[in-house]
């Protein structure tokens, strides 16, 4: 039996207050609805529908990934139920499949866990997960028997006291074979307290049907809690980090302090990494085996080679770091920095777009752009590579063993010659010869006698 998996993605969440659609909202740096999808993509679905309606094309445009998705446009909000039928339209043959609802602001579910639901549905019956809350204000509360089966799903608002006090609830995620749930579906009215059509009256409509109704509790709260506001949108990030941070633990990485890091994207590290605390990583970051990041970094799509170090207060975007290179503290590399090994960038840097060759060292407050460094090159403090004249971008050519003295200016296109030495204070408008000497300092002179002005008397 084929999958097939709703997303239910059209509410506005109102409890946000935000113009951006709730399923948009970024946790661990990838929007709800994207968590979402990655779990169903896990399930190796036949088909995904993603029921959208509030923020129309952003939310399209915000799920771009190549697996098929077809989207269902619901204009109007007139509940889950409504949103299950408009979701069900363009799937062909569903009567032979199971059908797997997820809502789009339920982030932290896992594959695993759904597992059980689709078995159960594999073999007829209605299978729904649950869970229980010490607060289980606000939920749809799950309604059993004297013998314990489940009869229905009644909502907080047309819920009695004694049903209010019922602690199992509703995630409301279910898995039902496609045929009953078409069946089912028709017979949904919206004769209930916010006058929707509820997905969660199936259930009652089952059990006077025959068809089996399980509901499996989810051992994990944090897996099946939906964002309803920014505040539980904040909870559930601390406790995805937390589970990010105990990830990298087990795979041999040191934290300083496993509540101060956070992952947005992919850190894939090697055997005893450190990373000191306050650390931010975006994209895909791979640190390799012994990479030490001190406090207070940010590192977005790089990759760091084994015993890399990252001092203090470093951004690091783009950037490739050799074996053994050192950069910081306060440096800032931009994309297409690539550090060959043993290499050295120091405080008060800024990199774009340059090779710095092996053992090289651009050591104290420098920009360095559009360039190539050669093996064992120096670069005193100030020294510009000035790589804009205005309208285009030119190329700074630095071979081995070239030493520029402080506070020089090479304006590109320019090449310093292997073994070259450019003196403190010039301003390098030609090439430089190998091995020779270049400097445009004016020339120092002294003044015999010279005296200082002094103050005129009143
Ligand atoms: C729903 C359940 C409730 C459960 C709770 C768990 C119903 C009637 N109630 O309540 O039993 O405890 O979720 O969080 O199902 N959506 C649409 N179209 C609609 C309405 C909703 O796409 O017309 C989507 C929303 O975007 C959201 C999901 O469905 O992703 C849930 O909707 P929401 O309004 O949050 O349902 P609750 O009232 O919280
Ligand atoms: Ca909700």
Known sequence: MNLDVLILAAGKGTRMRSALPKVLHRLGGRSLLQHV?????????ARVVVVYGYGGETVKQALAVPQVVEWVLQAEQRGTGHAVQLGLAPL????????????????????????????AARNGALALLSVRLQNPHGYGRIVRNSGAGVERIVEERDADEAEREIDEVNSGIMAVPGRALRQLLDKLDCDNAQGEYYLTDIVAHAVAADIAVTAIVAD?????????SRAELACLERVYQRSIAQQLMDGGVTLADPARLDVRGELRAGEDVFIDVGCVIEGVVRLGDRVHVGPYCVLRDSELAADAQVLEHCVIDGAALGDGTTVGPFARLRPGTRLASGSKVGNFVEIKNADIGVASKVNHLSYVGDSRLGRNVNIGAGTITCNYDGANKHRTEIEDDVFVGSNTALVAPVTLGEGSTVGAGSTITADVPPRELAITRAQQKSIAGWQRPRKKKP
């Open 37 to 45: 999808h990655t779990t169903a993509c896990a399930l190796q679905p």
């Open 92 to 119: 062909a043959g569903v009567e032979d499949s199971v059908v797997l609802v997820l809502y789009g602001d339920v982030p932290l579910l896992k594959a695993a866990t759904l597992h059980p639901l689709i078995d």
């Open 220 to 228: 994990d709260q944090h897996e099946v809690l939906g964002v309803n």
